[in-house]
């Protein structure tokens, strides 16, 4: 059975850091492109991070380049979100997922079959 449970969300101000992380059991984590999305009631899940399965190509949207980083350590199955710079509109509730399909991030997000039950990341003005 697969499980990912994510960790590190809390209520910090504007300007602040977080670090997220999500820790995976039940599967080949090394061979998994892993990816972090966020999520605000009455609005559509938002992709915010992805890396490949070696941790060689990240991937992060306008909205966080410069600001979020995502890395992977295989051999414990975990994968982290760093997120610096925090502004109010990055409150959301953010997920980890795993894509079942690719090793490598797809650009239309697809394949994340796997996911967190999320942490809460409020951040305040």
């Known amino acids: 059975q697969v499980r990912l449970v994510e960790s590190g969300g809390g209520s910090v101000q504007a300007g602040g850091s977080l670090r997220l992380s999500c820790t995976a059991s039940?599967?080949?984590?090394?061979?998994?492109?892993m990816g972090w999305f966020r999520q605000v009631p009455g609005k559509e899940r938002e992709g915010v991070s992805c890396?490949?399965?070696?941790?060689?190509?990240?991937y992060h949207p306008n909205s966080v380049k410069g600001r979020f980083s995502i890395s992977r350590d295989n051999a414990q199955s975990t994968v982290y979100l760093q997120m610096n710079s925090l502004k109010p509109e990055d409150t959301a509730m953010y997920y980890c997922?795993?894509?079942?399909?690719?090793?490598?991030?797809?650009?239309?997000?697809?394949?994340?079959?796997?996911w967190g039950q999320g942490t809460q990341v409020t951040v305040s003005s």
């Open positions: 890396l490949n399965w070696s941790g060689s190509s990240p």
């Open positions: 039940g599967l080949a984590f090394g061979t998994y492109a």
């Open positions: 997922a795993a894509n079942r399909v690719y090793s490598d991030c797809p650009s239309s997000w697809s394949g994340f079959d796997y």
